[in-house]
């Protein structure tokens, strides 16, 4: 079974800043991999999806990169807005998927 | 407007069951695949099922798998999950999702990729004795 790990799993980081959040695939995944945004209290968020491009109005800030088995979420200039958890998620062996634990921004 | 609205959760003693449902609207609910993602208290996203457009076959976690059963009702527009011999560990509160399929030139042709693009706020179902 295909295992994703996230790395940190929580971040600490203030307005302005950038940030990267790095996902880890137990297998290839070539480019099938999606990334969540959740706040507290609140539905999950796609912001990106084919491992780099951005959902519909998702802010350019977020920038995601990688390929194969090793992915990053890039949040430029960090706005009030973007502090909650991301998740992502792998969706070669669509129709089951796997979520990573989760990175948490605060 | 978009929109999946989870009900039925509740609290349920280890063995009992419980009945999920996920109303759609603004949208067409036979074009779409929906599933069912849950979140213990204080813990990640874990996909549990989902369930083809037409309804015909569903898929499961290994966890659930025997034990819970996702159904949809094109007429009623709706999508349920029978949740049976319900344990501590089920104990989520639970989203449901739909799936959007992206399609993206690649060289010698087309990529599908799947995601889960309008979510509800939940609905939560707490097993205990």
């Known amino acids: 079974d295909i295992q994703m790990t996230q790395s940190p799993s929580s971040l600490s980081a203030s307005v302005g800043d950038s940030v990267t959040i790095t996902c880890r695939s137990s297998q290839v995944i070539t480019n099938y991999l999606n990334w969540y945004q959740q706040k507290s209290g609140e539905a999950p968020r796609l912001l990106i999806y084919?491992?780099?491009t951005l959902h519909s109005g998702v802010p350019s800030r977020f920038r995601g990169s990688g390929s194969g088995a090793h992915f990053t979420l890039t949040i430029s200039g960090l706005q009030p807005e973007d502090f909650a958890t991301y998740y992502c998620q792998e969706s070669l062996f669509a129709p089951q998927y796997v979520f990573g634990q989760g990175t948490r921004l605060e | 407007e978009v929109q999946v609205v989870e009900s039925g959760g509740g609290v349920v003693q280890p063995g009992g069951s419980l009945r999920l449902s996920c109303a759609v609207s603004g949208f067409t609910f036979s074009d779409y695949w929906m599933s069912w993602v849950r979140q213990a208290p204080g813990k990640g996203l874990e996909w549990v099922a989902n369930i083809k457009k037409d309804g015909s076959e569903g898929f499961y976690v290994e966890s659930v798998r025997g034990r819970f059963t996702i159904v949809r009702d094109h007429g009623k527009n709706s999508m349920y999950l029978e949740m049976n011999n319900l344990r501590n560990e089920d104990s989520a509160v639970y989203f449901c999702?739909?799936?959007?399929?992206?399609?993206?030139?690649?060289?010698?042709?087309?990529?599908?990729?799947?995601?889960?693009?309008?979510w509800g706020r939940g609905t939560t179902v707490i097993v205990s004795s």
């Open positions: 084919a491992a780099s």
């Open positions: 999702a739909r799936e959007f399929v992206f399609t993206l030139p690649v060289v010698g042709g087309r990529n599908h990729y799947s995601t889960l693009d309008v």
